[in-house]
């Protein structure tokens, strides 16, 4: 999991002994380090001090809000987010999509799958060298998206994306005008085995509305209903 001697760092964010213990030892086997944190203040001190790739996420923590949490995480950082929760509502998950998250997981949970969860965040997070051309600069109304440089701006102005926003309106924008399934969008952007998590989907063309689009101004994504999403055509 290492680039070069580099290894990949995870901040746990969890108050149970059994299970920071069953993450960090699956994790030190794989060649990550890892730093863990019981409390809020210390997660956003390791977060400045050791810079990690990606930081897996208790809600229920003592004294802290979890969800609250998320949110200052990903206001300091693009760092990429699993929550993993007893919470297994509809509406946890999506809370913590909306705050940031870029996938949530309910415990009690298989250790291969939140292995494999981290393997394709990290993959989605992290910049990778483009495996076929694609146009550099895509213009669609006021937003310019530059592939190459993951930098996207408004009137002129840059827009902060995440980089799980930023790979859903790659994937948008490379198919201009094309209808994209949710399946389609779960699997480019998110990865295997996500294609039923249409909320991660919905959340996340919410979130690029919000950053990209102007009250009164052309929408920029357009929605199928019960189908998918594209971006609009020229």
Request: with cysteine; aromatic share 4%.
């Amino acid at each position: 999991m290492a680039d070069g001697a580099l290894k990949t760092c995870a901040l746990v964010v969890e108050d149970d002994p059994n299970i920071v213990d069953l993450i960090r030892s699956n994790l030190a086997v794989r060649g990550y380090d890892t730093v863990v944190s019981v409390d809020g203040m210390r997660a956003l001190q390791l977060l400045e001090t050791e810079g990690p790739d990606i930081v897996l996420l208790d809600l229920m923590l003592p004294e802290v809000d979890g969800f609250d949490l998320c949110r200052q995480i990903r206001e300091r950082s693009d760092v990429a987010i699993i929550v993993v929760s007893a919470r297994g509502g509809e509406r946890d998950k999506v809370t913590a999509l909306n705050m940031g998250a870029d996938d949530y997981m309910t415990k009690p949970f298989s250790i291969e799958e939140l292995l494999a969860r981290i393997t394709a965040t990290l993959r989605r997070t992290r910049p990778a060298a483009p495996s076929e051309p694609e146009p550099p600069v895509i213009t669609a109304g006021d937003i310019v998206i530059d592939l190459a440089s993951q930098q996207v701006t408004r009137l002129g102005q840059p827009v902060y994306l995440t980089r799980t926003e930023f790979a859903l309106l790659r994937e948008l924008a490379t198919n201009r005008g094309k209808l994209l399934t949710h399946a389609h969008l779960l699997r480019r952007v998110w990865g295997h085995g996500y294609e039923t998590e249409t909320e991660y989907v919905r959340v996340y063309v919410r979130r690029l509305r919000a950053k990209l689009e102007v009250d009164g101004s052309q929408p920029l994504i357009l929605t199928q209903p019960r189908a998918g999403y594209r971006l609009a055509p020229e």
